[in-house]
């Protein structure tokens, strides 16, 4: 397996790990453990309190791992693999969706869990994950 496919297939884990944390976060009613954004509470580190440290895992994981590890492979894809483009629109729409999917994340704690962006947020972390599922796959061929 090449270094790209590796990486790629790092994003998926990456982001399939934070999706199960975002299920958890739903399961354990944490979705306002911190109940403002990016900090919780009004600091970087959350109270002694599990659903605060249940939100703020989903949001350490997006932070310090699914951001950079998508972008990664957008930008790889973009510097290295401009022959393929199935695989290029891939991992730029993956790059860009996880961008917005912070800002979004953002909204739904912001807005007070509003259902129909707490679906959107679901609905665009499956994106990426296909978005970056498409990518591993077609690397790893």
Same mark, same amino acid.
């Given at each position: 397996?090449?270094?790209?496919?590796?990486?790629?297939?790092?994003?998926?884990?990456?982001?399939?790990?934070? %999706?199960?944390?975002?299920?958890?976060?739903?399961?354990?009613?944490?979705?306002?453990?911190?109940?403002?954004? @990016?900090?919780?509470?009004?600091?970087?580190?959350? @109270?002694?309190?599990?659903?605060?440290? %249940?939100?703020?895992?989903?949001? =350490?994981?997006?932070?310090?791992?699914?951001?950079? =590890?998508?972008?990664?492979?957008?930008?790889?894809?973009?510097?290295?693999?401009?022959q393929?483009? @199935?695989?290029?629109?891939?991992?730029?729409?993956? /790059?860009?969706?996880?961008?917005?999917?912070?800002?979004l /994340? +953002?909204?739904?704690?912001?807005?007070l =869990?509003?259902?129909?962006?707490?679906?959107?947020?679901?609905?665009?972390?499956?994106?990426?994950?296909?978005?970056?599922?498409?990518?591993?796959?077609?690397?790893? +061929?």
């Amino acid at each position: 397996m090449t270094p790209f496919a590796k990486l790629a297939w790092a994003a998926v884990v990456a982001t399939f790990v934070l %999706i199960a944390i975002g299920g958890l976060v739903r399961a354990t009613d944490s979705g306002l453990g911190c109940p403002d954004w @990016p900090l919780c509470f009004g600091d970087w580190l959350p @109270p002694a309190e599990l659903h605060a440290w %249940i939100e703020h895992t989903h949001r =350490l994981v997006a932070a310090v791992f699914v951001g950079p =590890l998508v972008g990664a492979v957008a930008l790889t894809a973009l510097l290295t693999r401009r022959q393929d483009r @199935p695989m290029l629109v891939a991992a730029a729409l993956a /790059g860009v969706l996880v961008i917005v999917q912070s800002l979004l /994340g +953002r909204s739904v704690v912001l807005e007070l =869990l509003r259902a129909e962006l707490v679906v959107v947020h679901l609905a665009m972390a499956l994106a990426v994950l296909a978005a970056t599922l498409f990518v591993a796959d077609r690397a790893q +061929r």
